[in-house]
């Protein structure tokens, strides 16, 4: 039985120039504390212009830095808590 739904809202910002895609990520989570991320995507000069594949890119490696920001904060906030050192599933 699930007593309480929680939600966090994910953001994600892109900033384009003719070679490069940078994405921005935040989540707010339900504690009020923002983590945030960055991610790059460059785009070879022989490669045709595709702003959206950028922004994949960009925004999948913003993602992942961001996955691997909240399982950093998650097993400090364990390690605190009980005293002993936990260690990630990765």
């Known amino acids: 039985m699930m007593e309480t739904a929680v ?3 994910v953001e994600l910002e892109f900033e384009e120039d003719t070679h490069r ?13 923002e ?5 790059y995507a460059s785009r070879h000069p022989s490669d ?6 950028g922004e994949e ?6 993602l992942n830095e961001l ?4 399982l950093t ?10 005293g002993r050192t936990s260690y990630p599933l990765t």
């Open 7 to 9: 939600g966090w809202h």
């Open 21 to 33: 895609t940078r994405a921005a990520a935040m989540v707010r989570l339900s504690d009020g504390t």
């Open 35 to 39: 983590v945030r991320a960055h991610g």
């Open 48 to 53: 045709s212009q595709q702003p959206r594949v």
């Open 57 to 62: 890119i960009a925004g999948a490696r913003a």
């Open 67 to 70: 996955a691997m920001k909240l």
């Open 73 to 82: 904060k998650a097993h400090d906030e364990i390690d605190e808590a009980s």
